[in-house]
């Protein structure tokens, strides 16, 4: 290619990225990205939408109150979220009801202290965990179930901080999507924690993980879910989705722990439980 036309071409990309609508979604922590997968989700089907969309995270960390405030007054500050879905959320944001995670969210497992690693072995119902305190930060709907279920909950405000809270002996366990869980124990290994992933229980709940928009913004969640669908048609969803989590379900052998099963009393009756390709099941063929 001549270095003329490799100029003109480079100026028609810079055009067309100029011209593409900036798509901001907020930074969930500073540091390393934990949520990489839902970002080149987000940018796949943005893609395949039709549109012409740039996405990018807000300047600094926004917590997921503050992201679901700026969405209700449309404010410009971002554009989406994505979050675990509640009657509440559905009234007051737009949902995009395809499961970033098929229904993963609401399979936990819990982060421990490392000289604490056999105990969880004795649990065997919701009763047997009543006794401990959980840890989570005060904004996740988690929060809401544990509590419904009858479990102890301690809070912060900062994702961060949790995992010094329960290396310190603040909180007894602290239950984890399994997408995320090792990724998280070996990032915080790294600091000196001796935190283990638990290898004998896990906590289920049905739940869904949705891009949200605001109400004002029908044309975007429109726009994803379009591209959403898109990627589920041509297979590139269950392939990216292989991609970051196949090797760790494997690892986390759902189908060989203990399930305590929890009610999540928040939970929409919208949510599409009938499309079977939306969710993952444990030892279904994949």
Request: a neutral charge; proline letters at 6%.
């Amino acid at each position: 290619m001549s270095k003329l036309r490799f100029t003109a071409l480079l100026a028609l990309l810079c055009s067309a990225s100029l011209n593409a609508e900036p798509v901001v979604y907020p930074l969930h922590s500073e540091g390393p990205d934990p949520e990489a997968y839902v970002v080149e989700l987000l940018r796949q089907a943005l893609a395949k939408s039709g549109g012409d969309y740039q996405p990018r995270p807000s300047h600094r960390a926004m917590t997921q109150s503050r992201a679901e405030h700026s969405l209700e007054r449309n404010d410009g500050a971002v554009q989406l979220m994505w979050t675990m879905t509640t009657r509440a959320r559905e009234e007051s944001l737009l949902p995009v009801r395809i499961p970033i995670y098929k229904g993963l969210i609401g399979w936990r497992v819990p982060l421990i202290r490392r000289e604490d690693n056999r105990w969880l072995a004795k649990v065997k119902t919701l009763k047997d965990l009543k006794p401990m305190r959980f840890g989570q930060r005060a904004d996740w709907p988690d929060t809401r179930i544990l509590r419904d279920n009858g479990l102890q909950v301690i809070t912060s405000q900062s994702y961060v901080s949790l995992f010094r809270m329960l290396d310190a002996g603040r909180f007894d366990l602290f239950p984890r999507e399994v997408v995320v869980a090792w990724n998280e124990q070996a990032r915080v290994a790294q600091e000196g924690l001796a935190l283990e992933v638990d290898e004998h229980i896990a906590l289920h709940y049905p739940s869904a993980f949705y891009f949200f928009t605001s109400r004002a913004r029908a044309d975007l969640a429109a726009a994803i879910e379009h591209g959403l669908e898109a990627m589920i048609a041509d297979g590139s969803f269950e392939a990216l989705f292989q991609q970051y989590h196949g090797e760790t379900l494997k690892r986390a052998g759902l189908g060989k722990r203990q399930i305590i099963e929890l009610e999540n009393l928040d939970l929409p009756a919208q949510t599409p439980f009938k499309r079977q390709e939306f969710w993952y099941r444990p030892g279904a063929p994949q």
